[in-house]
C-alpha cells in the first residue's frame, strides 16, 4: 500500500553484516557510524538515531544508548520507541531489540511531534542494527542467550537517495531510466501509477529471474508475482497506456542490473514470456471486471461480491480494496477470507476424490512438474539402484520437491547423471498413456505403487513409454517433449536414510 511514496519499495537490495558471537553493541554501531561517516561522508548532523525503551519483560537498551552517545550523537537526537519500532523477534526462538539509523531528508517537520518512525518521510531510515541477545519460548520466557547475535540491513535505493540529495528513492539513477519510459507514454502521468508499475514490473523482473523464483499462480510465492503483475496491468490502464511498456520496463530492468545479478540477461526471454502470458490472461478478464466491480460498489463491498471478483475475474482482494479505497467504499476482508476458506475446503474434497494419489492443484505448470517428478523418480532409480523408493512429494507450479530413501548424499557426478536422463526422456518426446486396472494387475506389470494402501480397488497406471510405470490419479501431459528443461537446484538429507531434491523446468 506505501509503494509509491518517496521511500516504499515492494523489491529493494539489502547490504547486510552479521556476527555470530563475535562482536556486539558497541562494535556494530561504532562500525556503522564510521562506514556512514567516514566512507559514505554523511553530515553526522543529519543523523538520527532510535533504541528499544524496554518494557516489562526486557529492560531499557542503555548499551545501544550510551554508545551513541560516545559516537557523538547528542541525547536530542536519540529516541527510546517502544517494541513495535525496536524489537526483533518470531513467535519463539531468538530475537532482541533494535537500533535503527536515520537520515534527516531536510523536508518541513509535520507537527511538533515529528520524529524517526515518523510516516511524513522527514527522517530516512537506511539502516538497522538488530541485536539478538534473548531466546523466547512458547509460554513467553525471554531468556538470555550464552551467544550474542548481530543482524544487519541497509537499504541500498534509500542509501542511494541520501547520497545523490534526492527527495525520493525513483529520482535516484536506478530508477529514472524506468520512469521516463512509462511517462513518454503518458499524457497526463500521475505520480503514484508511474510509480507503481515501475516498482512492481522491476520486483516481477527479479522474481522470474531468480534461479528459484516463482511462477504467476493463486498460492504462495505464485500469488505475490501474480498481485504484482496486474496490479501493474491496473496501473497501466488508468494511465491509458499500453501494457507493452511493461516489455521496455524488463528490458531496461535487465540493463540496469546485468553486471551484477547475470543470470537476469540468461533467463530474459524466459521473464518476458511467463510476464507476457501473465498480462494476455489478465486482459481477457480486467474490462469486465471492472464493470461488475462498478456495479458492486454503490457501497461497500461484501467479503461475497469480493470473492467474486477474485474467482470469476482474477482481482486480487488487495486490488478489489484499492479500487475500493478509491471511491471511498470498504471491502469486507474477513467475509473475504471467509469465503475462500470455503472454497479452499470444497476444492480439496473435490480433488480428493477426483485425483487419489495425484494433484490436488492442476494448474498447467503443476502439471508439467508432476510428469517430470515420474520422470526423476525413474532417473533416480536407473542411476543409484532398484531400492530407491519415494517417501513424499510437494508440486507446486513453480517447482518439485521428491523425498526418497537413499542413505548418503548424491555426489555431483550422479546428480549430473539423474538431470541429463531426465533431459533425454524429455527430448525423446515419450507418449505419456494412462490405464484403468486392479491393484494387483498394476504390480503385475511393475507399476511403482509406494502407497498402495491409500488406493482403492481400481488405479490409473501412468506409463512413459518404455521408461516410467507408476500407479497415480494424475494429471499428466501428454508428452514428455512439453516439459522444457529439468534442473535440479537442491539435494539435502531431511532425516536418516531420506534424501530430498528440488528441482524446476525452465
Request: net charge positive; glycine share 6%; aromatic share 10%.
Amino acid at each position: 500500500d506505501d509503494v509509491g511514496d518517496d521511500t516504499h519499495l515492494t523489491f529493494f537490495e539489502m547490504l547486510g553484516n552479521w556476527s555470530l558471537g563475535d562482536y556486539f553493541k558497541k562494535e556494530s554501531l561504532a562500525w556503522s557510524f564510521e562506514f556512514l561517516t567516514k566512507v559514505l561522508k554523511i553530515n553526522p548532523d543529519k543523523i538520527f538515531v532510535t533504541v528499544f525503551e524496554g518494557d516489562k519483560i526486557v529492560p531499557k537498551d542503555y548499551e545501544s544508548f550510551n554508545t551513541w552517545i560516545k559516537l557523538g550523537i547528542p541525547e536530542e537526537r536519540i529516541y527510546f520507541l517502544p517494541r513495535d519500532d525496536n524489537w526483533w523477534g518470531l513467535e519463539t526462538g531468538p530475537c532482541g531489540p533494535d537500533s535503527e539509523i536515520f537520515i534527516d531528508s531536510g523536508k518541513k517537520e509535520c507537527s511538533k511531534n515529528c520524529k524517526p518512525g515518523c510516516s511524513c518521510g522527514k527522517y530516512v531510515e537506511v539502516w538497522n542494527n538488530v541485536f539478538m541477545e534473548y531466546n523466547k519460548d512458547a509460554k513467553n520466557n525471554y531468556t538470555p542467550l550464552a551467544q550474542k547475535n548481530v543482524d544487519t540491513g541497509m537499504g541500498v535505493e534509500r542509501m542511494l537517495a541520501m547520497l545523490e540529495n534526492k527527495k525520493s528513492v525513483y529520482d535516484t539513477e536506478l530508477f529514472t531510466p524506468l520512469i521516463r519510459i512509462v511517462e513518454k507514454e503518458c499524457k497526463k502521468p500521475l505520480i503514484k501509477s508511474v510509480r507503481v508499475i515501475v516498482d512492481h514490473v522491476r520486483a516481477a523482473t527479479f522474481i522470474l529471474g531468480d534461479e528459484i523464483g516463482a511462477l504467476p499462480s493463486r498460492i504462495g510465492r505464485g500469488y505475490v508475482l501474480r498481485r504484482l503483475i496486474r496490479r501493474a496491468i491496473r496501473h497501466c490502464k488508468l494511465l491509458n497506456i499500453s501494457t507493452n511498456v511493461c516489455n521496455e520496463l524488463i528490458n531496461e530492468t535487465i540493463n540496469i542490473y546485468k553486471k551484477r545479478y547475470s543470470l537476469l540477461a540468461k533467463k530474459k526471454d524466459f521473464i518476458l514470456s511467463e510476464f507476457d502470458k501473465e498480462v494476455k490472461k489478465f486482459s481477457l478478464t480486467l474490462d469486465k471486471g471492472l464493470n461488475v466491480f462498478e456495479k458492486l460498489s454503490k457501497k461497500n463491498v461484501s467479503g461475497k461480491d469480493a470473492f467474486l471478483l477474485y474467482q470469476s475475474y482474477g482481482f486480487p482482494a488487495e486490488m478489489t480494496k484499492e479500487l475500493a479505497e478509491e471511491k471511498g467504499l470498504k471491502v469486507d476482508m474477513k467475509g473475504f477470507n471467509e469465503e475462500f476458506e470455503k472454497h479452499q475446503t470444497l476444492s480439496r474434497k473435490s480433488a480428493g476424490n477426483k485425483f487419489k494419489g495425484g494433484l490436488a492443484n492442476t494448474d498447467g505448470r503443476t502439471v508439467k512438474l508432476h510428469t517430470a517428478t515420474h520422470l526423476l523418480a525413474q532417473a533416480l532409480r536407473a542411476v543409484l539402484n532398484e531400492g530407491v523408493k519415494q517417501r513424499g512429494s510437494n508440486i507446486t507450479p513453480e517447482r518439485l520437491r521428491f523425498d526418497f530413501t537413499f542413505s548418503r548424499a548424491l555426489t555431483k557426478e550422479e546428480l549430473n547423471k539423474v538431470e541429463a536422463l531426465v533431459n533425454r526422456k524429455i527430448k525423446e518426446s515419450l507418449p505419456v498413456t494412462r490405464k484403468e486396472m486392479t491393484l494387483e494387475e498394476a504390480k503385475a506389470i511393475g507399476a511403482q505403487a509406494e502407497f498402495s494402501d491409500k488406493y482403492g480397488n481400481k488405479v490409473f497406471v501412468y506409463s512413459i513409454s518404455g521408461f516410467s510405470k507408476e500407479v497415480c490419479g494424475g494429471p499428466h501431459v501428454k508428452n514428455t517433449k512439453e516439459l522444457g528443461r529439468f534442473k535440479i537446484l537442491k539435494e539435502e538429507s531431511i532425516s536418516s536414510g531420506v534424501r530430498r531434491i528440488r528441482a524446476v523446468l525452465e
